[in-house]
């Protein structure tokens, strides 16, 4: 049995990604942890940001579009499914979809404790290099 996805998209999500993908290419996500546009999920082209020993992969969404989340705030949601979902609003000037007139945004839930236990043993999620 394969431990439960840490990251999971909606299907607004993964429509608006799909059309990003088309205008940009591959894509990736950040999540910062950071206050305001900085606690919202970020998407750039592929490679754009660069990410380091303090970036833990979360894992992929929509096919093969990596998402990372900053160490620290890893530790704060360890304990917790991601899900991205798109909002109406404008979201963070760097984003991708900030000119599309909404935004990415982090919905969370809790693991049950036997998730907690499948992802335990699974070990940790890669981090960057």
Avoid: K, N
Avoid at 71 to 83: I, L, S
């Amino acid at each position: 049995m394969s431990p439960p996805s840490r990251v999971l998209t909606t299907p607004e999500a993964d429509a608006l990604i799909a059309r990003l993908t088309a205008r940009h290419g591959p894509l990736m996500f950040h999540q910062s942890g950071g206050c305001c546009d900085g606690s919202a999920p970020m998407c750039f082209p592929l490679g754009e940001f660069r990410t380091g020993g303090q970036d833990v992969l979360l894992g992929h969404v929509a096919g093969d579009v990596p998402v990372w989340i900053g160490a620290a705030q890893f530790e704060y949601w360890r304990h917790t499914q991601v899900t991205i979902d798109v909002v109406p609003g404008r979201g963070a000037g760097m984003s991708l979809e900030s000119p599309e007139g909404v935004r990415f945004i982090v919905r969370s839930r809790v693991f049950s404790d036997a998730e907690a236990a499948e992802l335990a043993t699974a070990g940790e999620p890669p981090r960057g290099g």
